[in-house]
């Protein structure tokens, strides 16, 4: 599975972004596809994960509320809507693909190239 996210930019704190994710090669094969986040100077975070078939989806306490992710079976898309952005939401986003419903990062075995989302204040 290759994944590209696009979507990132500079943003005032208090405004929206959307990320997508496009996933290309053997993508009968996904089952859970999440976004994560890496801030400079700390580990890359679970952010949000969805299961490919169902819709199920699970979100990290810090953005319930805030952020929506969401998937296009048919384009081979998932997307991060990401509302009253904060300057610590600042973080390159990366996009993933796992067999597991799970935010460890561990169980992400494939990897997009990661977005810069940069949030002023």
């Known amino acids: 599975v290759q994944l590209q996210a696009s979507g990132g930019g500079l943003v005032q704190a208090g405004g929206s972004l959307r990320l997508s994710c496009a996933a290309s090669g053997r993508t009968f094969g996904i089952y859970v596809m999440g976004w994560f986040r890496q801030a400079p100077g700390k580990e890359r975070e679970f952010v949000a994960a969805?299961?490919?078939?169902?819709?199920?989806?699970y979100y990290a306490d810090f953005v319930k509320g805030r952020f929506t992710i969401s998937k296009d079976n048919a384009k081979n898309m998932m997307y991060l809507q990401m509302n009253n952005l904060k300057p610590e939401d600042t973080a390159v986003f990366y996009c993933?693909?796992?067999?597991?419903?799970?935010?460890?990062?561990?169980?992400?075995?494939?990897w997009g190239q990661g977005t810069q989302v940069t949030v002023s204040s």
């Open positions: 969805i299961t490919w078939s169902g819709g199920s989806t």
């Open positions: 993933a693909v796992s067999d597991r419903f799970t935010p460890s990062r561990n169980e992400y075995g494939y």
